[in-house]
Every structure is written in C-alpha cells, then in structure tokens.
C-alpha cells in the first residue's frame, strides 16, 4: 500500500525559505521508473506542478519556479525534500506530493496535501 | 510552454447524465495526458492515463479519448459521488501541466 504525506511549517513569513517534507511507504525510490512530485494549489485556484525527482536522482522543475526550488530525496529515511525560497503571500496553497511509477510520470498516489500561508 | 485549456469552466447536470468535459493543448502532445478528479479539502485522483487507459478501480462510467491536441473525459451516467472538479494534466518526462479545471455541480 502506497502512501505518502507531507510536512512542514503551516506559516512562513514573506522572504524566508520554506523546506517541506515528503515521507512515504509502499515503494522504494531506487526502484527503476520511480518519481517523486510537488504540486500546489492555491485557494479557490487550480493544481500547479512544481518539481520531480526519479529514482536515479534526476531532477526536473518548473520554468517558472525553477530559480526558487530544490529537490533531493533521502531514500534511506523515505523521504523527498521541496525548498522554496524567498516565499511570498502567493504562494500560499495547499503543498501535495505524488508519486508516479511510470515514464513519462503521471501521478497515481497523492498525499493529502498541507496549507501553507504565507504572511507577515 | 504547452498550455492546456479546459471547456466548460463550470458544469451544471443531473444524475444520470452523460457529462462531457473537453480539454486542448496548445500544441501535439501524443497521448500523454491524465485525468484527475478532485473532492474539496482532498488530494486530486487519478481517473485516466495515456489519454485513454483507465485506472485501476476507477468506475467503468468514466472513459478518456482524444490524441494531439483535442481530449476528451466522458462519464457515461453521472453517479452522485461524481460532482467534483475535473483536470487535464500533459506530462512527459520533463515538464507537466494542468489545465484550469472544470466543476461539475448538480443542477
């Protein structure tokens, strides 16, 4: 059984860096094909892709974002960790990890996501 | 950037309805889309994969078609515990993208 879920600060302050954590069970991310994905959703707004790491450390990011975010994998704890960095009040939303088992990467196993507002 | 664009924003049905929700990218894109649903306060789930191909324990009344840039989500008789929000979603292996979604509500 695939689950996972994540952690982290509910309330950042404008400019500081926000570190979330993926922790998950039921798969291994040294198994070949394997992904681990961020995607955020706004309030009221749609879903937005963030970042991906694979199993063999390859890492991709949004365009958009890619100047603000690092992704790494600890494989020995089972866990996949976002940093965003100079965090500002829009990018408040909810944070949901993924997994994806396949290549190209579809998302089949979601956290249930953590709120993250963003405020002085 | 491919971007994707849903039709219609907003859906209004009835139980036991054939509901249609159409999805375009900007460019091709093969087959590599997803559908996902998604419930208030939940984590989206996964209903499709490659465009067409459904996902294990998802009910038969939903179904995927289209390749390229024109796509399409079908339920075949809406149930109540369908109405939710809907997204496309392209992937690859280097870039993924939602589309803006569409809520299916109850008339």
């Known amino acids: 059984q695939i689950t996972l879920k994540e952690s982290g600060p509910t309330l950042v302050k404008p400019t500081q860096t926000l570190t979330l954590t993926c922790t998950f069970s039921g798969f291994s991310l040294t198994s070949g094909g394997v992904g681990v994905g961020w995607i955020r959703q706004p309030p009221g707004k749609a879903l937005e892709w963030l970042a991906l790491i694979y199993w063999d450390d390859d890492k991709r990011y949004s365009p958009s974002l890619k100047n603000r975010l690092t992704i790494t994998k600890d494989t020995s704890k089972n866990q996949v960790v976002l940093t965003m960095t100079n965090m500002d009040p829009v990018d408040t939303a909810t944070y949901f990890c993924a997994h994806s088992g396949s290549i190209p990467a579809y998302f089949d196993y979601w956290g249930q996501g953590t709120l993250v507002t963003v405020s002085s | 950037d491919i971007q994707m664009t849903q039709s219609p924003s907003t859906l209004s049905a009835s139980v036991g309805d054939r509901v249609t929700i159409t999805c375009r990218a900007s460019?091709?894109?093969?087959?590599?889309l997803a559908w996902y649903q998604q419930k208030p306060g939940k984590a989206p789930k996964l209903l499709i994969y490659?465009?067409?191909s459904l996902e294990s324990g998802v009910p038969s009344r939903f179904s995927g078609s289209g390749s390229g840039t024109e796509f399409t989500l079908t339920i075949s008789s809406l149930q109540p515990d369908d109405f939710a929000t809907y997204y496309c979603?392209?992937?690859?292996?280097?870039?993924?993208?939602f589309g803006q979604g569409t809520k299916v509500e109850i008339k």
């Open positions: 490659k465009a067409s």
């Open positions: 979603q392209h992937y690859n292996d280097y870039l993924w993208t």
């Open positions: 460019q091709s894109i093969s087959r590599w």
